[in-house]
């Protein structure tokens, strides 16, 4: 048994496999990877895994199709022709032998040399799950002390805004706007990656005086600069000054999945939808996971329409309840 982030049972078939590695075929212990490679710097990489069966990768234009489309979403330049990608899997599995009940993982990442505009844009926050932002030492020693001294009326509305509504305001301790600012540093950014605390500062300028609102546009101006953010600085600035809105006191949402089944010996046209939902509540953060099911796919836009019907009647129960 191998231990590791996932166990496996060990296979004297694999010892003396050949892998396919930048155009190279090496021994498994001689397979290596760039210390630069972003998949290994910032576990950044699209993969999918194909299964073989009697000579012929199950589904394997939708395989293709799926790996292009998340290494589009994630911005991948160069990479190579679905034919390249198609005569190199045929090269491995010939030099193995490979040619039945065989589970192959293509993997790509792109592989940025330093201080190259490719590495810099790594860098640069996209989504929820990457990087929170933190309070740099300027913020310390010029943003401090005024806004120690501001008691936005209006801090729960400005939570909420800034982070597009993804938290339902501040903790309890977050006293003043400085205390606001550094909470919301600690939360990622959402989809249009700007950090939830550049974008209260831009609805805390308002309230501030000159000296201050030109330091903290300037100071979001440069941080957005260096992180390639200037764009969506500008659109979220603008987005978010359309006028006031009123606190809610609870956030939720709903995750819907819905996968084709890849059962060989399945029916095509059967798919699996699953849901999930969060919402905050009492100063909590609860969940829940639907039961995966089965649909077919005349079903999927009428089964996807109840799934948030339910959600959203589950969840008013529940603002009633407390009400």
């Known amino acids: 048994m191998t231990h590791g982030t996932h166990d496996a049972l060990d296979d004297p078939r694999n010892?003396?496999?050949?892998?396919?590695?930048?155009?190279?075929?090496?021994?498994?212990?001689?397979?290596?990877?760039?210390?630069?490679?972003?998949?290994?710097?910032?576990?950044?990489?699209?993969?999918?895994?194909?299964?073989?069966?009697?000579?012929?990768?199950?589904?394997?234009?939708?395989?293709?199709?799926r790996l292009w489309k998340s290494a589009a979403m994630l911005g991948y330049a160069g990479m190579p022709t679905r034919e390249h990608v198609t005569e190199q899997l045929r090269r491995t599995l010939a030099a193995?032998?490979?040619?039945?009940?065989?589970?192959?993982?293509?993997?790509?990442?792109?592989?940025?040399?330093?201080?190259?505009?490719?590495?810099?844009?790594?860098?640069?926050?996209?989504?929820?799950?990457?990087?929170?932002?933190?309070?740099?030492?300027?913020?310390?020693?010029?943003?401090?002390?005024?806004?120690?001294?501001?008691?936005?009326?209006?801090?729960?509305?400005?939570?909420?805004?800034?982070?597009?509504?993804?938290?339902?305001?501040?903790?309890?301790?977050?006293?003043?706007?400085?205390?606001?600012?550094?909470?919301?540093?600690?939360?990622n950014a959402g989809p249009e990656g700007v950090p939830p605390s550049m974008a209260f500062l831009s609805l805390l300028e308002d309230q501030l005086d000159d000296q201050v609102a030109n330091l903290i546009r300037r100071r979001n101006q440069r941080l957005a600069g260096q992180q390639g953010l200037t764009r969506q600085l500008d659109q979220i600035r603008a987005d978010l000054k359309k006028g006031a809105e009123e606190p809610t006191d609870s956030t939720a949402y709903l995750v819907i999945q819905v996968e084709p089944r890849l059962d060989p010996d399945g029916d095509e046209d059967a798919y699996t939808l699953a849901s999930f939902r969060q919402w905050h509540g009492g100063d909590m953060l609860h969940s829940r996971q639907g039961e995966p099911r089965q649909v077919r796919r005349h079903q999927l836009e009428r089964e996807v329409e109840r799934e948030v019907v339910r959600a959203m009647v589950l969840l008013r129960a529940r603002s009633l309840a407390r009400s």
């Not at 943003?143 to 501001?150: D, F, M």
Request: net charge negative; glycine share 8%; aromatic share 8%.
């Open 15 to 65: 010892a003396a496999v050949l892998i396919y590695v930048n155009g190279d075929l090496v021994p498994r212990d001689q397979a290596r990877v760039s210390v630069f490679d972003s998949g290994f710097m910032l576990g950044d990489g699209v993969w999918e895994g194909l299964r073989l069966y009697d000579g012929r990768v199950f589904k394997y234009e939708d395989h293709l199709d």
């Open 96 to 187: 193995n032998a490979m040619t039945d009940g065989v589970h192959v993982l293509v993997e790509t990442a792109q592989h940025p040399e330093p201080g190259t505009d490719d590495a810099r844009q790594l860098r640069r926050p996209q989504d929820e799950w990457e990087g929170a932002e933190v309070p740099i030492e300027a913020d310390w020693v010029e943003l401090r002390p005024a806004l120690e001294t501001v008691y936005p009326e209006d801090m729960t509305v400005l939570c909420q805004r800034a982070t597009r509504h993804r938290l339902p305001g501040p903790p309890s301790w977050c006293a003043n706007a400085w205390h606001a600012l550094v909470h919301l540093a600690g939360q």
